[in-house]
């Protein structure tokens, strides 16, 4: 089976800037996770809006970032090579959100260290990441995928920068108890769900019409295919490049029953396992996104529906 990096969301990177949001973890939301036997580490957030953990890779300092867009864990062939991984190559390709693709290799890294957790025996692909490192730093040496989120019950809070580890994996029982604790604080569940391609995807409208969108923290913007945008009535920038990428102007996105009005996002040609496009970095942390992949929900909160303090 073909995996696939969404990362790079095309220029976007370079036309996000950091959000400047309030970095602290919410006491509430933290209380009641470590409660439930979650551990915490803290994110950061470079230019180009990643989300990234510091992190050890078989007693190394690493850094990744974190890639719901990403199925698997990947790490860049520079740093596998400098982390002594030992590599079997395959016939595979790891495609882009563009569609170009690159042959990768399978490791497994012996232990990942993420804050107070450790992971062991940890499968990963190996392939030419390089480009994540192009306009910022600090260097990150590949992506932390969407499998070991899973694996582990993580839940991911985009706006106040905090990734939670459940060394249990998922439970059905915190599931309920967190969409409970977050409805009392006015957020909006919305389920995810893994397509074909195993990435997280999310029903959605564009200006009333349905779509399915990739929860991709991984990527900077919020980005959509250029067909569905223009068959939706996004409305364009009139200063495209010549590979037809642009800023479009949604009047109405709808996000299961959370509606952003005006959305700005990037338009372009993507290639077909994207479909129609990327929910992205700033639209998850305008919108306080939580996102459960132990339970399998993603849950927002615009910023005007109650104060942040009640985090």
Request: proline residues 5%; charged residues 15%; hydrophobic residues 45%.
């Amino acid at each position: 089976m073909k995996e696939f990096s969404l990362g790079l969301a095309f220029v976007a990177i370079a036309l996000s800037q950091p959000l400047t949001l309030d970095a602290a973890a919410p006491a509430a939301l933290k209380t009641f996770l470590e409660h439930e036997g979650f551990g915490g580490s803290s994110l950061q957030r470079r230019f180009g809006n990643h989300l990234f953990a510091n992190t050890i890779i078989n007693g190394r300092r690493t850094a990744l970032m974190i890639d719901s867009g990403c199925p698997i864990t990947l790490i860049d062939r520079t740093s596998a090579q400098k982390l002594g991984l030992h590599m079997q190559e395959t016939k595979k390709y790891v495609g882009g959100v563009t569609g170009h693709a690159e042959r990768y290799g399978i490791s497994k890294l012996a232990t990942l260290a993420m804050g107070n957790c450790t992971f062991a025996n940890v499968p990963v692909e190996v392939a030419e990441e390089s480009q994540i490192n192009l306009i910022a730093r600090p260097h990150l040496d590949g992506l932390f995928g969407a499998h070991e989120m899973a694996k582990f019950g993580m839940i991911i809070d985009c706006a106040r920068q905090m990734i939670y580890v459940n060394p249990k994996g998922p439970s059905a029982s915190t599931t309920q108890k967190l969409a409970q604790f977050l409805a009392g604080r006015g957020f909006t569940r919305i389920p995810m769900r893994f397509n074909s391609d195993e990435h997280l995807e999310i029903d959605a409208a564009i200006n009333g019409h349905p779509v399915r969108l990739i929860v991709d923290t991984g990527s900077g913007m919020t980005l959509l295919s250029a067909p569905v945008a223009t068959a939706a009535g996004t409305s364009l920038s009139p200063n495209l490049s010549f590979h037809g990428e642009g800023i479009g102007n949604v009047q109405q996105l709808a996000l299961g029953n959370l509606v952003v009005n005006n959305a700005q996002v990037m338009v372009g040609n993507v290639a077909k396992m994207v479909g129609a496009g990327l929910l992205g970095e700033e639209y998850l942390s305008w919108n306080f996104a939580i996102v459960d992949v132990g339970g399998m929900n993603l849950y927002l909160r615009p910023p005007e529906s109650a104060p942040r303090k009640n985090r």
